[in-house]
């Protein structure tokens, strides 16, 4: 088993900025791909941005400029640096890595307030 636990979600002002993180830990064979997905209110869960073993990234047209992702493969884990957030940011954002098939983390809520 895999598991992916994010942290580091929270309540944050309008123009302000998180830092989200996601750990993998389990039967960890090789991890290739991770991203962060989001699901706000009353609409579908959406791709926020993804980042391959190499590094190579792809992120949303709605984030760019304002996200970046990164990883740490020694520790299996990736970070979502969001700057210059907006209320249609909010949601909750949920970690995803492929591992020997999808691995999803239980989500955490970000709320952008005006």
């Known amino acids: 088993q895999v598991q992916l636990v994010e942290s580091g979600g929270g309540l944050v002002q309008a123009g302000g900025s998180l830092r989200l993180s996601c750990a993998a830990s389990g039967s960890i064979v090789s991890i290739n791909d991770m991203g962060w997905y989001r699901q706000g209110p009353g609409k579908q869960r959406e791709l926020v941005a993804v980042?391959?073993?190499?590094?190579?990234?792809n992120y949303a047209d709605s984030v760019k400029g304002r996200f970046t992702i990164f990883r740490d493969n020694a520790k299996n884990t990736v970070f979502l640096q969001m700057s210059s957030l907006k209320p249609e940011d909010t949601a909750v954002y949920y970690c995803?890595?492929?591992?020997?098939?999808?691995?999803w983390g239980q989500g955490t809520q970000v709320t952008v307030s005006s």
């Open positions: 980042i391959t073993h190499n590094g190579g990234t």
């Open positions: 995803w890595a492929y591992e020997r098939g999808s691995r």
